[in-house]
């Protein structure tokens, strides 16, 4: 199992979890978070001086997967998120120990 921490555009958002839904992932979490990139927040010009916005909003999805799926999963969020501009996001992939359903004891790919 793999745990993917996937950061979009907050526009991107719905159309990610959509298609994660499509693949036969419903089940995940979502948060607002702010952060950077390589161009370390936005540099902006107004009434001719330089403004840095240190951290922009963004959407983080984390969702459990199985090993098997690992590839068409990167290929979905990627297509769901891209716009091909600066800012599109990043997926971390961890591996992940144990999964325990609450209800049920359930555990490892079947507890997903
Ligand atoms: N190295 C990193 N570690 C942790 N979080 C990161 C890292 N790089 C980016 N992020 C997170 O991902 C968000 C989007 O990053 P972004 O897509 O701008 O990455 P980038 O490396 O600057 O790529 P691009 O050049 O396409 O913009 C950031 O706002 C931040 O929340
Ligand atoms: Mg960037």
Known sequence: ???????V???????VIEALGEVGYPGLS??????????????EQFRGR??????????????????NDLERVKETVIKAART???GDGKIF??????V???RTGETGESAI
């Not at 979502?30 to 540099?43: D, H, P, T, Y």
């Not at 330089?50 to 090993?67: D, S």
Request: hydrophobic content about 40%.
């Open 1 to 7: 199992m793999f745990k993917l921490e996937i950061i």
């Open 9 to 15: 555009r907050e526009e991107k958002l719905e159309e």
């Open 30 to 43: 979502i948060a607002s978070i702010e952060g950077r990139g390589q161009q370390k927040g936005l540099q």
């Open 50 to 67: 330089a403004y840095t916005i240190p951290f922009l909003p963004k959407r983080k999805i984390e969702v459990l997967i199985r090993e």
């Open 84 to 86: 091909g501009e600066p």
């Open 93 to 98: 992939i961890t591996p992940v120990v144990d």
């Open 100 to 102: 325990i359903r609450i």
